[in-house]
T-cell receptor, first 114, second 111 residues
Framework: GAGVSQSPRYKVAKRGQDVALRCDPI?????LFWYQQALGQGPEFLTY????????KSGLPSDRFFAERPEGSVSTLKIQRTQQEDSAVYLC????????????FGPGTRLTVL | KQEVTQIPAALSVPEGENLVLNCSFTDSAIYNLQWFRQDPGKGLTSLLL?????REQTSGRLNASLDKSSGRSTLYIAASQPGDSATYLCAVNSGTYKYIFGTGTRLKVLA
């Protein structure tokens, strides 16, 4: 596909369950970003990869959040022992050159924790 | 720490009106500023990107201005249409890979 894709688009989890969210960036894009967008808020940075290296994970809210990009393309954001406050839309973005370039966003995964 | 604020939070206008959305940021040392559009259930679409050395950018009916010294940007939409209804987000980049987003303005254009 031509754009960033994310799956699943919607995920409902019971509190305490683990979830895994997938992001397929635009082919050839070196940089990949994860954002969390709470209802009525703007996206907030979670973590950044350059190829397979996770260069910044300062935005991850707790050690229950873990992201990986083992081969420098597809990325997975994993949330362990989900809590209600984890309910949000998780957006993935990518670009060729991270410094100041526009980021191309996927449609997001809406996570609802009951 | 950079903070980005957008006002108004929501706006409802009749079709055909010209309108202005506002974005303010606390640290004027920015690399660029970008305006995005977000439709319900969809990702963000970039509308206009203004580099710190630029004063404005135009694309069709959209015009974005940047006043770095005062920490402000405006997005002007001319002759609004119902298809313009969406949430508009302003995002600031301070020369790193991170964009800091505002909370957005929800626009509704009434037919």
């Amino acid at each position: 596909g031509a754009g960033v894709s994310q799956s699943p688009r919607y995920k409902v989890a019971k509190r305490g369950q683990d979830v895994a969210l997938r992001c397929d960036p635009i082919s050839g894009h070196v940089s990949l970003f994860w954002y969390q967008q709470a209802l009525g808020q703007g996206p907030e940075f979670l973590t950044y990869f350059q190829n397979e290296a996770q260069l910044d994970k300062s935005g991850l809210p707790s050690d229950r959040f873990f992201a990986e990009r083992p081969e420098g393309s597809v990325s997975t954001l994993k949330i362990q022992r989900t809590q209600q406050e984890d309910s949000a839309v998780y957006l993935c973005a990518s670009n060729f050159n991270s410094l100041g370039d526009t980021q191309y966003f996927g449609p997001g995964t809406r996570l609802t924790v009951l | 720490k950079q903070e980005v604020t957008q006002i108004p939070a929501a706006l409802s206008v009749p079709e055909g009106e010209n309108l202005v959305l506002n974005c303010s940021f606390t640290d004027s040392a920015i690399y660029n500023l970008q305006w995005f559009r977000q439709d319900p259930g969809k990702g963000l679409t970039s509308l206009l990107l203004i580099q710190s050395s630029q004063r404005e950018q135009t694309s069709g009916r959209l015009n974005a201005s940047l006043d770095k010294s005062s920490g402000r940007s405006t997005l002007y939409i001319a002759a609004s249409q119902p298809g313009d209804s969406a949430t508009y987000l302003c995002a600031v980049n301070s020369g790193t890979y991170k964009y800091i987003f505002g909370t957005g303005t929800r626009l509704k254009v009434l037919a």
